[in-house]
């Protein structure tokens, strides 16, 4: 089962979401702008991906621009950041076990089949 953290208005998300279901992969969809992720679901997934939570942000967000742009904040507080916001979150992400990877492009799903 790979879970995908989905946005249906993002394009990449959505190719994702189309090379997974023609792999014929089982997928549970998570629609993070409106099931957000806990602050321990991303902290999973943060050392899944293996990288630092701040990694994980759309920086060319607006909300980013406007209140968190060259600022500096702890691990725990970004990912606190990204519960509050989590357009901030970037997508898709999809998760398999003890693996994870960012589908940008959403060719690299194939690195977790």
């Known amino acids: ?22 792999h014929g992969q089982e997928i549970e969809i998570i629609e993070y702008l409106k099931q957000t992720p806990t602050a321990d679901e991303l902290e999973d997934v943060v050392q899944k991906l293996g990288i630092k939570p701040e990694q994980l942000l759309r920086k060319s967000e607006s909300v980013y621009k406007e209140k968190f742009a060259d600022q500096t904040y702890t691990n725990e507080e970004w990912i606190q950041i990204m519960v509050e916001n989590p357009i901030l979150i970037e997508r898709p992400i999809m998760v398999k076990g003890s693996k994870a990877v960012i589908g940008r492009p959403p060719e690299n799903v194939f690195t977790i089949l």
């Open 1 to 22: 089962m790979i879970q995908l953290y989905h946005n249906n208005r993002c394009s990449k998300s959505r190719q994702a979401l189309e090379l997974l279901q023609e």
